[in-house]
């Protein structure tokens, strides 16, 4: 029969993990290069700029058809 290993009586032991940083410990060859995120909007201020104009014809459209009608 296996003894059972019983802690009556001792201080529990306390054990604390150590964070590692991701490149904090590498040399520089092994770390990855930092890429900015840097993305290109252009194509969404100029599809918003034609919903604008748009929306101002459509709006002045209205406008005019209000008074003739």
């Known amino acids: 029969m296996a003894k059972k290993n019983t802690t009556k009586g001792k201080a529990p032991i306390k ?37 604008g104009t748009l929306a101002a014809v459509f709006i002045a459209i209205l406008i005019i058809l209000s008074f003739i009608i």
Not at 32 to 40: L, V
């Open 15 to 51: 054990t604390t993990a150590t964070a590692v940083s991701s490149s904090g410990n590498l040399p520089l060859a092994a770390r990855a290069p930092k890429e900015e995120f840097n993305p290109d909007y252009t194509y969404v201020i100029r599809n918003l700029k034609k919903i």
